[in-house]
């Protein structure tokens, strides 16, 4: 039989046992920065240089001829980048994501719910929502845009038919006058002279009436032109992979401002994910230049790819000189910075699980048409394999970063 003393012991455990499991640990209060000052500044203009060199090289090669590459290479290029966009969504975005919204020291409702794939669902389907809206906005656009050239293309056609009219019926119908006045003049004297004169105003009046037709053809055809001299399909299509292209740089810089701040303040592996960094940058970059470099930008806007190549260049870079400036008050564990890395890094997994699925698998190799042809389904096994070896290496890179 328990005496007093062993029953309130016990009494006493269990209850410390109870406080125990509803204890949350605190959050982290400091970072791991541990000096090098000088590696990580030259960490800055390393990752500017590799950003650089993955963006901007497919947009020069496409532009350029000079150092323009074989189809085979934009071809791999391409693809390859596709599949390491697709592997960031996964690897490299959603799993952190999770680890930071689901740390233990945040408790509450983030202990209750697994959030990070919550915002990542709520993200892939307000993008669906928004590229619902941008398409029939688009659709409604290029309708008024067509409606109004085909009036213009009506109106001009009309004004060549009746020129042509009156070409084909000017001697029958309404004579110039200078014909008249040389035919009153041929009854005073006719010879070969005068006869020779008549033939040559005619000569010149159908020359005249020609020049007339030919220029309201030239302006037929400019009053019909559309928009930066596109056609109906090609604007649309310009369009279409405009609001894509602007999503995915939007996702995938997101994502860049935070692996910046990380990797100022890292303490002991520092080395290995800045190596890491440094090709995951770089790859990232070629699958995002291949899609700007393939948008098919009209004149007006010939400096957008290098805007949005300059854009993702400076992100990682101006991170990584910005978490150096706040190294004192930055602390990527404290219960601010993994809120809000967790849900941007969430957003951002959300946005490009939605580009990479829809836009740069399904779209690409099922109905793009790009395939179609004798050697189709060659073309879209390399395509397919050439993309696994992205993702493939992209989700190894994911050991380390």
């Known amino acids: 039989m328990l005496d007093a003393q062993t029953l309130l012991d016990v009494i006493v455990k269990r209850h410390g046992a109870d406080d125990d499991s509803d204890h949350v640990p605190a959050c982290e209060t400091s970072n791991d920065y541990d000096g090098r000052m000088n590696l990580r500044i030259l960490s800055v203009f390393i990752l500017l240089i590799s950003s650089g060199i993955g963006?901007?090289?497919?947009?020069?090669?496409?532009?350029?001829?000079?150092?323009?590459?074989?189809?085979?290479?934009?071809?791999?290029?391409?693809f390859f980048g596709s599949g390491v966009i697709i592997a960031t969504a996964f690897v490299h975005l959603l799993e952190p994501a999770a680890d930071a919204l689901g740390n233990a020291c945040l408790g509450g409702t983030f202990a209750e719910y697994p959030w990070a794939f919550g915002i990542c669902l709520m993200s892939l389907f307000f993008l669906f929502f928004t590229e619902i809206i941008s398409h029939h906005i688009i659709d409604q656009r290029l309708a008024k845009e067509h409606g109004h050239g085909h009036d213009e293309e009506h109106a001009a056609i009309e004004r060549v038919d009746t020129i042509e009219c009156c070409e084909e019926n000017s001697c029958d119908e309404e004579p110039n006058p200078m014909v008249i006045q040389e035919e009153n003049s041929a009854t005073t004297y006719i010879d070969s002279k005068n006869k020779d004169e008549k033939k040559a105003a005619d000569v010149q009046i159908n020359e005249h009436l020609q020049y007339d037709s030919q220029e309201k053809t030239v302006d037929l055809e400019n009053s019909i032109s559309h928009h930066d001299g596109m056609t109906r399909a090609e604007r649309e299509q310009y369009l279409n992979q405009l609001v894509a292209v602007m999503v995915l740089e939007a996702g995938v810089?997101?994502?860049?401002?935070?692996?910046?701040?990380?990797?100022?303040?890292?303490?002991?592996?520092?080395?290995?994910?800045?190596?890491?960094?440094?090709?995951?940058?770089?790859?990232?970059?070629?699958?995002?230049?291949?899609?700007?470099?393939?948008?098919?930008?009209?004149?007006?806007?010939?400096?957008?790819?290098?805007?949005?190549?300059?854009?993702?260049?400076?992100?990682?870079?101006?991170?990584?000189?910005?978490?150096?400036?706040?190294?004192?008050?930055?602390?990527?564990?404290?219960?601010?910075?993994?809120?809000?890395?967790?849900i941007f890094d969430a957003i951002s997994a959300g946005i490009l699980i939605y580009t990479g699925l829809v836009e740069l698998m399904a779209h690409e190799f099922l109905y793009s048409g790009q395939f179609k042809g004798e050697n189709g389904l060659k073309q879209m096994l390399s395509a397919y394999f050439v993309m696994c070896c992205g993702a493939a290496l992209m989700a190894l890179l994911g050991k380390w970063a």
């Not at 497919?58 to 350029?64: G, M, N």
């Not at 401002?257 to 990380?262: K, R, T």
Request: aromatic share 14%; hydrophobic share 50%; net charge positive.
């Open 55 to 78: 963006v901007n090289f497919p947009i020069l090669a496409s532009q350029y001829s000079f150092i323009r590459l074989p189809k085979w290479c934009f071809f791999i290029a391409k």
């Open 253 to 342: 810089i997101v994502h860049s401002v935070f692996i910046g701040l990380s990797l100022a303040v890292t303490g002991d592996n520092f080395v290995t994910l800045f190596i890491v960094l440094t090709f995951h940058q770089m790859f990232e970059g070629l699958g995002l230049g291949t899609r700007v470099a393939e948008t098919p930008w009209p004149k007006s806007k010939r400096m957008t790819p290098w805007l949005m190549a300059l854009a993702f260049t400076l992100t990682t870079p101006v991170a990584v000189a910005i978490g150096l400036g706040v190294r004192n008050s930055w602390v990527p564990g404290s219960r601010t910075s993994l809120i809000a890395n967790g």
